[in-house]
Nanobody, 129 residues
């Protein structure tokens, strides 16, 4: 059974940094496009960043470009989201996923094997001003 387990996140001050981790079990993460989404209550879920299978390409939302970096450690079967220069607007629940939504939301940039439809449990990120 494909599962994604998230860790990291928490509270940071504006201008600070946090790193989110997403570890896969039941499948080899490197063959799938992986995405990080975020959601604020009352707003639509937003694709923040994604990475194609085998790390050929990445996508970033304009709101995080230059501040966030998505990466993958194949040995640990883990994908990361490094978040620097955080802003209060980055406050949200963050989810990692391998899901068809990654491909669609990235404008068909992040491609891999047929997505498994797996989502992490969500991690709260709160940035104070």
């Amino acid at each position: 059974q494909a599962q994604l387990v998230q860790s990291g996140g928490g509270l940071a001050q504006a201008g600070g940094s946090l790193r989110l981790s997403c570890t896969a079990s039941g499948f080899t993460l490197n063959f799938y496009a992986m995405g990080w989404f975020r959601q604020v209550p009352g707003k639509e879920r937003e694709l923040v960043a994604c990475i194609t299978a085998h790390d050929d390409d990445t996508y970033y939302a304009d709101s995080v470009k230059g501040r966030f970096t998505i990466s993958r450690d194949t040995g640990k079967n883990t994908v990361y989201l490094q978040m620097n220069t955080l802003k209060p607007d980055d406050t949200a629940i963050y989810y990692c996923a391998t899901d068809p939504q990654v491909f669609r939301a990235s404008g068909h940039t992040c491609l891999g094997l047929t997505p498994l439809g797996a989502w992490g449990q969500g991690t709260q990120v709160t940035v104070s001003s």
